[in-house]
Structure formats: structure tokens, C-alpha cells
């Protein structure tokens, strides 16, 4: 810090400067989970607690003529029921009443001896029963069509073009399936105070309901996140189950633990909308895209669904669009990891590349000529250059079908915000022993923000990892934003960093005297305090921090709109490519390679951005192949409840992963999670094409389909 | 899961004698022997089985080997999967076990998971395993996968339900002729292993084998192939990791030169039964096993298919299956 | 209810549970070993698992009651038996799982690394394809798994005492032509060892 400077501002030092961030660290917490010794909702143990269960809507539309809980009370065990819908329930899988018991399997058999009487009415859970003539009212509210850009000029634009193609495109529900279902622990027995544990992306977020629930003050209820196992979108807020456990709780005056089952989690428990989009895009022969008309439906059960905006990355000088929502009578859709992309970039992806295969033009090229923002130019031409793009035999036509075997390769790009915002407070104390700490309320969903909350801290005082420890997960620490939409870095960094600034400033105000010099020539580096130009010997850490009083010392930071403007970015990008073997015999797809390039502005921790990046190809590539809600209409159920039947990657699905972070963006920190599951499965199904010709517009990719691709299914 | 009794009988005996009640047709479905435990588990927390007894066989041990007898090889119930796949014997000798064995679930499951429990595994099918659907096959009215979703249902062999056998050893034991042993009330009795599974068509639609409730599965057995055998078990699932056959070829062949002189093509995924082809057995005899034969091979095992509306795509599927298996061992 | 005796992480521990309980259920509600995971409570997972006798088991699909004369092993054992058979710390496989960045949120390492045990308990020096079997029986969500094979690599080619490959991420940074050659030492190294036992 310039020792002119009057009033010195919080930034990052040069990135070769950089000691702790932008290297690979090991997580803070890495001890405490590979030993198991973290402790997630799941495994919160109170005395007295007793276990809850939800009794689910088995059908999609009933109307409830019966709800008696007696007999459940009567089961050995069981403490409590409450009911929580008396009247009709709206969509498969909601929540009729729960059950607290002293173990999990007593509570069970409690929701088992429930008597339910109810009589079905009307329902639609897929889409053609929701569009046939007679399809019952799901909501009261009909959504309405909404459009985007001019239609006439759009079809002008595409009868005139050089090249048009006209197909539809469909992507399944998804599921967020994390590993930890969804749950609370409400440590509740009566009185005025509560402390509840949730599975959840927002510590804040969840609390004030809690304690309405309870009939509490919001400020006598403490919410706690110590540790959760992965959230993707689906957790914010107490959600139903959290409000049953709260009933209950008060209803039987001893602590709660309500976790969803897996089928539980699946049925109402969130997931990604699916939808259909019929496109037709238009191109000049060089391949500049001139128009675009879509006509596109979000299938997000009872709620509105989402799907990013058309023309989707990629500039269309004329385009239209028309989006409904059609409601079902299924749980509704939650944020789900880049919330409507991966769905509209599906439809964009694959319709360039089939203009772009109709016109002769490498695809790859055809993307460059229509994406204005040059970083996607350096990140295609990378990816395309390690997955061997400009080696590969075909690149503007697919490979031969009559191959046993046949290897192609596509591409996809991402966008994302990632910036931050206001509501976030960190405090970093320094303690007469030489012990830091720095506390915020925030959440690690997994991303590493209990990390990098540290390696700021150590950054910032000239100080190790480990000699920083993050307190977090708390309501009683100070505030913060929930975890949704890759905000958290660049919300909850730069009030770290500012508490650590402010810290050292106010610490090298202290110290200033036993250099005999000005505060602003005090260094914190190596883990010693120095005067920068003096010829006075080093203080090591602990010797300054002896000079603190018993107090030590403490100092706060906040996001503000300046802080944010020196030390965090957002707008991101993101290139994928993967190369794959189409078996043409079978239909197995297998992914060979993926490559992404990902900008994120400051890596505050390389590794975890890797993994990061590593865990949103995998996601994609999951939902290119495998994953895909069923139901079964007529009966009204979800077939595949559970984590048989809904499948996700395994560790025999991987294929050879590279993830290169852009060094090149030279901003400060921006969140990275969304943007990296948005083009894998787009860059996958374009592979089998230019593999072998087959273009699958239905997602997953699965063995069927791709044998009707290629016209091996009568 | 519903709360039992666990009975741990030591003998095969004791085993029986606890068994014996379910002779008594309203006691079939209250007493059930338990193995490696990894189908029947799930059965009983989905509720789809509620019994009031387990009879836990594990503390039996004559019946965990796996032993060769005079070129008979012999492998008791409770033989692990992960003991089969592991197994020098069957490694060399009768390869198309030795990989079907590998080819099942997950580690963790081939721990403990038997070869009895493999063979009498209830069916995977989406409706089956759902609770709130009483199809056919758990005392309902109706095959709900004939109407509804059946990718992953039969194309051979269904009527009046469609589920597929979901056994990979079955399929592979077949194709060494196999012979089961088994013992109830009345007495042991032998036979082959494709006699012990039976078409949803033949008796009680919710059974898939002729074992009575009051019976136990002891052992299979089955001849080492004589030299100049080669046999292969290739599965196709639709996730590597850890799934069920979407279509299944075990196949032995025993060469006389380059000439066919023993064919046995057993699949599995596409029947309610592992589904046994004599017509292109016979195909296969007296050729070489070359391209030709094969695709011969592969018409004639599905002739008969008959597509439901979602699995069309199995018939291209296990005859390009049936290709390669027959290709590999040339 | 009856009073269950277990071998748990080399302690023998009683537990009153009726007998449809799983082992799973009395690890985590009798027990308070809340290291093996309740994912899926299926056997679909892989988060509970724990090893029976040295065997990666689906704690959720095994009755307590079936495994009582068995040594189990949870997650919480495998450092201290670690350090009880002459070691320093964290098993090699924990120690390496922290250091390669293998878990996000953390809910499925424990039955991760309790499988990677298991196959180094019985294959000391297993190839990519090994590792990628052996812990096919795992999901995670979070990671993308490469992280994880490497880790275990990690844990073999330090257990063995030789330098590992280039992880993904470190090779980047490095020039192209070293980081192949660094990994093809690792690979000579590992193939000679692979060797030594007999594997190859």
C-alpha cells in the first residue's frame, strides 16, 4: 500500500504476489469430513429428539375425505402427528401429514397406519394430458403466453435465408439428487428459545420461518449450518418438511429431526424444469445466424418452470420467441444450477450445429462468426485445440455410420453472472495468543467458501492457512446472502476481505509506535509484522499480537458497492468441448474426453475451482445420457423414485476430464458453479453427431434413441 | 420395514424344519429364507415383502463352497458373487460365469450378495418396485409396463406379464447346463436350471421359479466344458456403473478346430425368463463362428420377438449383442 | 429388541435393537457413528458403506443381527486403526483425499474412501480402471469423481513411496513434454511394482 495514499482502499495484490489464494489449498474442513467427524444435518443428535416422516399426496389431484391420525398414534413409539393438508392436494408427492416417533422406523410405521380416504380428482402430469382439450385446471392462475422480439421480421429474416432448419427440441425433468436429503433438526422442548440445524443454501434464510413456525422471536432462534451435503438449487427456505418438524416439535414439546427419504426428495423435493422447443433458425451461407423462431413450453409441475432467454449466447440479427408454461400436477420446479440454461442452450446448441452441418461449415466456426465476445473465440479455439479438434478427420460432416465404432466431437458454450451483492458481513478477530479467526454466517454447500473465508484472512495478514480459522454456519455470526446463482463468492469475498483490511489496518495503527513509524508502513507478511523501510528487526506474529490486550482485537467488513467494484466481477463464460464413441450397434454413447475452459476472474482456491468446474461437466454429461424423471400418466405415479431407477453418473461414466482455468481474466473474484453445467450435454449430443450422423434432439441420449437415429428401430 | 423374527438355524435341517410352514398356503408369504440379503432387503423396505419370519442361512456352512469334484463343479447357495468373480477355476474354465458374476451390481453388493439370492432375485421392473401400483405380478389385474413405460420390459416370452428376469448367473448357468438342487418338506429334488424358471404364462403369475415356498435352493452344479470350449457372458446396461442388464448373451461354444461342435446361447434382459435359443444353437453347430453365422444366429434367436411400444430397440440391440459375443470367441 | 454385541473398529460395543434393524440404523441411531451416511437407505448409494472383515458392505442392506461376530470398520475407525497398525495420522487414503480436493459437500467420501480402502487392502497397486471399478458402487454428485481417482493414485504411489503422475490440474502448469514424462515414470513405476506382485 502506497504510503501516500490517504485513505487506503481494500485490493487484491497482484496475482504472483498471491501467498494462499490462487493456489491449490486443501480445504479447511477436509480433515473434519474424511474422518466423518462433520457433522451434517442428517447426523444432529440431541437428547429427547424424537424421528419424523411425511406422508406424501399418493396421487396427483385428491380430494381429501378422511385424514385420521388416531391409529398412527396408537403404534408403540410414535409421539406425535399433526396433519398438515385437510382439504385437496394439488400434486403427486405433497405433504399430508407427518409423524414423530422415537426412531425413524416406528415414525414409518406410524405414517403407515394414517387412515386416508380421499376421492381422485382430474389430473395432469404429463403433457398431453395437460393440453388435451378437456385438461383439468392445475392452477387457479392460467400462465400466459409471453413473447420476446418481432415475429413478422423474424420470419421474414427466415424465408430469405440461405439455410434454414426447423426441429424440436425436448430435455427431461432433472433432479438435483443430492446426497444429503433434504431435513431439519429442531432442537425445540417448549419455552421461548430454539435452535435449529437445516440441510440448506441460505443460514439466514431459514431461521425466521423456524421461529414463526414455532411462534418464537426470530431473534431467540438460532439456525445452524455446520456442514451440508449438497444443495444444487433445491434448499432455500424451511420448505414444508421443515415447517412439519417445527408442528410437531411444538405439538410435542421434545426436538424434532424430520430427513426426507430419497423417494421423499425426489417427489417434492425440487428439480429442473423440462420443456420442448420448437425451433427454426435461419443462416446466410457464411453462417451468420439472420433469424430465429421458437416456440417453447417449460414443464415445471406446479410451478412456472424456467428457460433462459432465445437467441441463447449466440447473436441472431431477427429473432421471436413465444414461451408458455404448462402446469402439471407434480411438485414444482426449484433453481437448479443455472436455472433455465442448460435447457435453452440445448435448443441453441443443437440447432446451430445442425445449420451448421447443413451449410458445410465447421461447426466450430459457425459458433466464432456468431458469438460477438472474443473470450469465447480464445476459449473454443482452446478447448477445440486439447480435445484434438483440428487433427480429427471430419469436422463439417459426420463420420461414417457403417463404422462399428465412430468417434466425433462437439462443442457448447456458457454465460453467467456470478457477481455479488449486498447483505453479507464478515468479522475478523486477532487474539492476544496469535489465534485468528474470521466469522460470517454463510453456508459451504461443498463449493469451499469456509476455505477461502480463511485463506482471505491469511491472505491478508501475511498469515498460513491454517493459522486462520473460519467460523460459519450460524445465525449467531454475522450476516449473509444465501448460496443461489453463484453469488456467494463475489458477495461474501470482498466483506472478508474487507474485514481482514480493516483488521490489519487497525492492527498496524496499534503496532505503528513500536516501529516508531506511520501505520501505513506496517507489513503483515511471512507471518511476521515489518516496517517496510525501516531498519528495525521484524516482529514475529505472536510477538505482536502479546502487545493486544486480553480484549484482542477485532474489525468488521461488508459487501458495499465499492468494495464490490475493486475486488469482485461478474459475467462469465465457458467453453466445453467433449469427444465421443458412438457404438452404432448398441447406441452407447460413451464420453471419451471433456475439456472446459472457465474464466471465474480470481481463483481464490485453484483446486476447488477445478473440482468445481470437474462436478458441472459430470452433472451435464449425466443429463446428456442418463437422467430423466418418468411417470406413468394414467396412474398417476413417478416411476423412478429412487436412485436405481433415476440414474446419475457413476465413477465407470467418467471420461478423461480437463479444466482449464482462463488466467487470462484478469478481474476479481466472480462465482464459477452455474456456468459450468450449462454446455456440457449440448457439446455431447453434437459429438454423436458429428460421430455418426445421429442427431438426438430428446434428451438422454439414451442406447434407444440413438439406434432410432440411426435408423436401426423399425 | 415390517419387524420380524430372525431365526439362525446351523443346519440345512433346521432350516427346512422352520420352513416347513409355508407349506400352508395362508403362511407362504409369512416366512422367508434370507441369504445374502440384497434383494430381499429392498423387497421388505419398499414393502413389497412383509414377512413375519426370516430364516437367515447364513450361519449354514455347508452350503458356502465352490469346489470342483471330479470336473463337477459344485457351488452351494450361499457362495458369494465376489468369491465367483474371483475364482481361478471359473476364470479358466468357464468364463461366461466367471464375467457374468463380475458383470453384477456393485462391489459392495457382490460382497455379500449369493449365488442363491441371485438366482430367485424378484424382478426389477419400474411397476413391480413401486408400491402404489399393484400390477400383476403383486396380486393386481393388470401388467402395467404393457400399456405404459417399458423400455426396459420383455420382448420375448411376455403375456401376461412383461418383466424381465433380472439374474445374470441364471442366463450364464444355463448355457454350462447347469443342474439346481433343491430341498423342501417332501424331499430334494434336481433339476435343470432352465426348468426351474417358468413363463408368467405357466401357474402363479407373481412366482418366476417352481420352488414352493417351503423349499430352498441348496446348489447348482455343472460339468467343467470339455477342452476346446470357449464362452463368454456380455452385458449391456444402460449405466456402467451398477445397473441391470437392458439385454444379456451368455453363450458357450465348444470348437472342434474352427468348427462349432457344442452351442448353448442363453439371454437375458428380454424375458421373464433367461431365455434359452435351441433354433440358433442349432444354427451354430457345424459352422464357423464367423460373421455370417452369427448374423444367422442372431435372426433366428429373435424371431419371435414381439416389441411392446417403448423396446423396439432391444431386438437390434441383443442381436448385435449376439454378433459380437459369437465374434469374440472365433 | 435384543441386546446386539458388535466388533465395531476393533471395539466391542453393545446394542439394544430389534431385529429388522440394519446395521446402517444401529451404527447411526444406537451407536451415534454418524460417519456412514444415510443417502438412499437402498443399497442404490453407496454412502453407508463400511467394511465388513475387510469387505466394502452396504451398511443399509445388512441386518445388524447378521453381523455380529464380524469385525465392521466405519469411517470413524480408519484412522485410528491406521495409527493402531504403526501409522501416523489420517489413513493414507483420508490424508490423500484432503490433499487432491476429492470432496465438495462430503456427504458420499465416507463410503468413497471406505471402498478405496477395501481395494487396497487387497490390491495394493491397482490401475485407473481398478479404482474406477471398485468404486463404481459410490455416486457423488458433487466432484466429477477424476479428483477422487486421483487421490486414491495419490494414496498408492505415496503408500508405495514413488512420486505420482501429474494430477489433471497440476499438469497443466506444467510443460507439456515433463508432465508426460513425469507420468510415464509414475506408470513404470507402478507397472514394475504391479509386477513384483503378480498382477501382470
Known amino acids: 500500500m502506497a504510503q501516500d495514499e490517504k485513505d487506503p482502499v481494500a485490493t487484491w495484490p497482484a496475482r504472483e504476489n498471491l501467498k494462499v489464494l490462487n493456489h491449490d489449498l486443501v480445504r479447511v474442513d477436509a480433515r473434519a469430513k474424511v474422518t466423518g467427524a462433520a457433522r451434517y444435518t442428517h447426523d444432529v443428535r440431541v437428547p429427547g429428539m424424537a424421528y419424523a416422516r411425511l406422508l406424501l399426496a399418493p396421487l396427483p389431484a385428491l380430494k381429501i375425505k378422511k385424514l385420521d391420525l388416531a391409529p398412527a398414534l396408537k403404534i408403540p413409539g410414535v409421539l406425535g402427528a399433526v396433519a398438515l393438508e385437510t382439504d385437496r392436494t394439488r400434486w403427486l408427492g405433497e405433504p399430508i401429514a407427518a409423524v414423530a416417533a422415537t426412531t425413524p422406523e416406528r415414525a414409518e410405521d406410524g405414517l403407515r397406519a394414517i387412515l386416508l380416504e380421499y376421492e381422485r380428482e382430474p389430473w395432469a402430469i404429463d403433457e398431453a394430458q395437460a393440453t388435451a382439450p378437456n385438461a383439468p385446471k392445475v392452477r387457479s392462475n392460467a400462465p400466459k403466453v409471453s413473447t420476446d422480439g418481432d415475429q413478422a421480421s423474424a420470419e421474414r429474416a427466415c424465408e430469405g435465408a440461405a439455410a434454414v432448419i426447423e426441429a424440436t427440441y425436448t430435455v427431461p425433468v432433472q433432479h438435483h439428487v443430492c446426497l444429503e436429503t433434504h431435513g431439519v433438526v429442531v432442537d425445540y422442548k417448549g419455552g421461548d428459545e430454539a435452535t435449529v440445524w437445516c440441510s440448506t443454501q441460505s443460514t439466514f434464510g431459514f431461521t425466521p420461518d423456524a421461529a414463526k413456525e414455532l411462534g418464537l422471536k426470530a431473534s431467540r432462534v438460532t439456525g445452524l449450518v455446520e456442514y451440508m451435503g449438497g444443495g444444487f438449487g433445491a434448499k432455500f427456505g424451511l420448505g414444508l418438511e421443515g415447517q412439519a418438524a417445527c408442528k410437531l416439535s411444538k405439538e410435542i414439546k421434545r426436538p424434532v429431526h424430520l430427513m426426507m427419504t430419497r423417494r421423499d426428495e425426489f417427489l417434492a423435493a425440487g428439480n429442473r424444469t423440462g420443456g420442448k422447443m420448437r425451433i427454426k433458425l435461419a443462416a446466410s451461407q457464411d453462417g451468420t445466424l439472420v433469424g430465429m423462431v421458437a416456440d417453447r413450453r417449460r414443464f415445471g409441475g406446479i410451478g412456472n418452470g424456467s428457460m433462459a432467454k432465445f437467441p441463447y449466447i449466440y447473436a441472431v440479427e431477427n429473432a421471436y420467441s413465444e414461451t408458455l408454461s404448462v402446469p402439471m400436477n407434480l411438485d414444482s420446479n426449484r433453481a437448479m444450477r443455472a436455472p433455465g440454461h442448460p435447457q435453452a442452450g440445448f435448443g441453441m446448441e443443437s440447432a446451430l450445429d445442425e445449420l451448421a452441418y447443413k451449410l458445410g461449415v465447421d461447426p466450430l466456426e459457425m459458433r466464432k462468426r456468431n458469438l460477438k465476445d472474443k473470450v469465447y473465440h480464445r476459449q473454443l479455439e482452446r478447448v477445440a485445440r486439447e480435445i484434438g479438434w483440428y487433427e480429427h478427420p471430419h469436422r463439417d460432416k459426420p463420420g461414417d455410420p457403417k463404422a462399428e465404432k465412430c468417434i466425433g466431437i462437439g462443442f457448447g458454450v456458457a454465460v453467467w453472472g456470478g457477481g455479488g451483492g449486498g447483505g453479507t458481513e464478515c468479522e475478523v478477530r486477532i487474539e492476544r495468543d496469535g489465534s485468528v479467526s474470521a466469522a460470517v454466517g454463510t453456508q459451504d454447500l461443498g463449493t469451499g467458501s469456509r476455505t477461502y473465508v480463511a485463506a482471505i484472512t491469511a491472505e491478508e495478514l501475511g498469515l498460513r492457512l491454517e493459522d486462520v480459522t473460519a467460523h460459519i454456519g450460524s445465525t449467531r455470526l454475522p450476516s449473509a446472502t444465501g448460496s443461489g446463482g453463484s453469488t456467494t463468492t463475489g458477495s461474501l469475498a470482498p466483506a472478508v476481505k474487507v474485514a481482514a483490511f480493516n483488521a490489519a489496518r487497525a492492527f498496524a495503527a496499534r503496532l505503528a509506535p513500536v516501529f516508531g513509524v506511520d501505520a501505513a508502513r506496517v507489513q503483515f507478511a511471512g507471518g511476521e509484522v515489518r516496517d517496510t523501510q525501516g531498519a528495525k528487526p521484524a516482529l514475529s506474529w505472536k510477538q505482536a499480537c502479546a502487545m493486544l490486550p486480553a480484549e484482542g482485537l477485532s474489525a468488521r467488513g461488508e459487501w458495499t458497492k465499492d468494495a464490490n467494484k475493486r475486488l469482485a466481477a461478474s459475467g462469465i463464460h465457458g467453453a466445453q468441448a467433449a469427444r465421443v464413441e458412438v457404438d452404432t450397434q448398441t447406441g452407447r454413447v460413451r464420453v471419451l474426453d471433456m475439456i472446459a475452459m472457465q474464466d471465474c476472474g480470481l481463483p481464490l482456491n485453484r483446486l476447488a475451482v477445478v473440482s468445481q468446474v470437474n462436478g458441472g461437466m459430470v452433472q451435464a454429461l449425466s443429463y446428456a445420457l442418463h437422467e430423466e424423471r418418468n411417470v406413468d400418466a394414467a396412474l398417476g405415479v413417478m416411476l423412478n423414485s429412487t436412485m436405481e431407477g433415476y440414474k446419475i453418473a457413476g465413477s465407470l461414466e467418467m471420461p478423461r476430464m480437463v479444466t482449464i482455468i482462463d488466467d487470462e481474466d484478469e478481474r476479481g473474484v466472480i462465482g464459477v458453479a452455474e456456468a459450468t453445467c450449462i454446455p456440457g450435454h449440448s457439446a455431447i449430443a453434437n459429438a454423436v453427431f458429428n460421430a455418426c450422423g445421429a442427431r438426438v434432439r430428446d434428451l438422454p441420449l439414451t442406447p434407444d434413441k440413438v439406434l432410432f437415429a440411426l435408423g436401426k428401430v423399425v | 420395514m415390517k419387524a420380524f423374527i430372525l431365526s439362525n438355524p446351523k443346519s440345512v435341517k433346521d432350516a427346512l424344519q422352520l420352513l416347513a410352514v409355508a407349506r400352508d398356503s395362508k403362511q407362504a408369504k409369512a416366512i422367508q429364507p434370507l441369504a445374502g440379503g440384497q434383494d430381499l432387503l429392498t423387497e421388505m423396505k419398499e414393502h413389497l415383502a412383509e414377512p413375519d419370519r426370516l430364516v437367515n442361512l447364513k450361519g449354514i456352512a455347508e452350503l458356502d463352497y465352490l469346489r470342483n469334484l471330479d470336473g463337477k463343479v459344485q457351488i452351494g447357495a450361499l457362495a458369494t458373487l465376489a468369491r465367483m468373480e474371483k475364482n481361478n477355476l471359473l476364470n479358466e474354465h468357464a468364463r461366461v460365469l466367471f464375467e457374468a458374476a463380475h458383470s453384477i451390481a456393485s462391489p459392495q453388493i457382490r460382497s455379500v450378495g449369493t449365488i442363491g439370492g441371485n438366482l430367485n432375485q424378484r424382478p426389477r421392473c419400474l411397476y413391480y418396485r413401486l408400491e402404489e401400483a399393484n400390477c400383476l405380478k403383486k396380486g393386481g389385474k393388470e401388467c402395467f409396463a404393457y400399456s405404459g413405460m417399458n423400455r426396459y420390459n420383455a420382448i420375448l416370452g411376455g403375456g401376461p406379464s412383461y418383466i424381465v428376469h433380472p439374474s445374470d448367473l441364471a442366463p450364464a448357468l444355463i448355457a454350462l447346463d447347469a443342474t439346481v438342487f433343491i430341498a423342501g418338506r417332501t424331499g430334494p429334488r434336481e433339476m435343470p436350471l432352465e426348468s426351474y424358471y417358468k413363463l408368467p404364462s405357466v401357474g402363479d403369475v407373481r412366482t418366476e421359479t417352481v420352488r414352493e415356498p417351503d423349499e430352498l435352493l441348496l446348489s447348482v452344479s455343472f460339468q467343467l466344458p470339455a477342452p476346446g470350449t470357449r464362452s463368454t457372458y456380455l452385458k449391456f446396461k444402460e449405466r456402467e456403473s451398477y445397473d441391470f442388464a437392458l439385454a444379456s448373451v451368455a453363450l458357450v461354444l465348444g470348437f472342434d478346430g474352427d468348427v462349432i461342435r457344442h452351442a448353448r446361447l442363453v439371454l437375458g434382459g428380454v424375458a421373464p425368463v433367461p431365455w434359452r435359443v435351441r433354433a440358433a444353437e442349432a444354427a451354430l453347430v457345424g459352422q464357423k463362428a464367423d460373421t455370417q453365422t452369427a448374423e444367422k444366429a442372431a435372426e433366428l434367436a429373435l424371431a419371435g420377438a414381439v416389441p411392446l411400444s417403448g423396446n423396439a430397440f432391444k431386438i437390434p440391440l441383443t442381436k448385435s449383442l449376439i454378433v459380437r459375443a459369437i465374434r469374440s470367441l472365433a | ?200
Not at chain 3, 12 to 28: D, F, I, M, Y
Not at chain 3, 118 to 138: D, H, Q
Request: charged content about 25%; overall charge neutral.
Open chain 3, 1 to 200: 429388541m435384543r441386546t446386539l454385541s458388535l466388533k465395531v473398529n476393533g471395539d466391542t460395543v453393545q446394542a439394544a435393537a430389534p431385529s429388522h434393524w440394519t446395521l446402517l440404523e444401529v451404527l447411526r441411531y444406537k451407536l451415534g457413528l454418524t460417519g456412514s451416511k444415510q443417502g438412499c437407505d437402498k443399497g442404490d448409494c453407496g454412502a453407508c458403506t463400511v467394511l465388513v472383515d475387510g469387505r466394502p458392505v452396504l451398511a443399509c442392506l445388512t441386518l445388524a443381527g447378521a453381523v455380529e461376530e464380524r469385525e465392521v470398520t466405519t469411517i470413524e475407525g480408519l484412522m485410528p486403526l491406521h495409527v493402531k497398525s504403526g501409522g501416523d495420522g489420517p489413513d493414507p487414503v483420508q490424508a490423500a483425499f484432503d490433499r487432491c480436493g476429492a470432496l465438495q459437500c462430503g456427504f458420499c467420501q465416507p463410503g468413497m474412501m471406505l471402498s478405496a480402502r477395501a481395494l487396497l487392502n487387497k490390491n495394493p497397486c491397482p490401475t485407473r480402471a481398478e479404482i474406477r471399478e471398485a468404486l463404481s458402487g459410490n455416486l457423488c454428485r458433487c466432484t466429477g469423481y477424476t479428483q477422487i481417482f486421483e487421490a486414491v493414485e495419490l494414496a498408492v504411489a505415496e503408500s508405495i513411496g514413488v512420486a505420482p503422475a501429474p494430477r489433471s490440474w497440476e499438469a497443466q502448469r506444467m510443460d507439456p513434454s515433463e508432465a508426460q514424462a513425469a507420468a510415464k515414470r509414475a506408470a513404470a513405476h507402478l507397472a514394475e511394482r504391479r509386477k513384483q506382485e503378480g498382477r501382470e
